[in-house]
């Protein structure tokens, strides 16, 4: 499985974007998808999580009410959609995607198949 991410960039605080994250190769595999980000001399730390057939999706509780998972099957790709951005949002986001998750796991990024390359992040105060 391949995994592309983009729509990062720079934005004041307040402001929002959405990211993408296409799957390509052995995607039937996928039970879910999902967003970490890694802040500069932090680890990394759960975001979102959207499961790849029912659509369920879990949020830390840093972002819950302000960012949305959501995934487009047809085109094999998730999005984050992130509003209300706040500073301490700025990181490197990855999507993972994984084969044989249980909802106790998500949060961990050992859980995880696939990895994508990541995409900056930057909110401006």
């Known amino acids: 499985v391949q995994l592309q991410a983009s729509g990062g960039g720079l934005v004041q605080a307040g402001g929002s974007l959405r990211l993408a994250c296409a799957a390509s190769?052995?995607?039937?595999?996928?039970?879910?998808m999902t967003w970490f980000r890694q802040a500069p001399g932090k680890e990394r730390e759960f975001v979102a999580a959207?499961?790849?057939?029912?659509?369920?999706?879990y949020y830390t509780d840093s972002v819950k009410g302000r960012f949305t998972a959501t995934r487009d099957n047809a085109k094999n790709t998730v999005y984050l959609q992130m509003n209300s951005l706040k500073p301490e949002d700025t990181a490197v986001y990855y999507c993972?995607?994984?084969?044989?998750?249980?909802?106790?796991?998500?949060?961990?990024?050992?859980?995880?198949?696939?990895w994508g390359q990541g995409t900056q992040v930057t909110v401006s105060s």
């Open positions: 993972a995607a994984g084969f044989s998750l249980i909802l106790s796991s998500v949060r961990e990024p050992t859980s995880y198949n696939y």
């Open positions: 190769g052995g995607t039937s595999n996928i039970r879910a």
């Open positions: 959207i499961w790849w057939r029912t659509d369920n999706t």
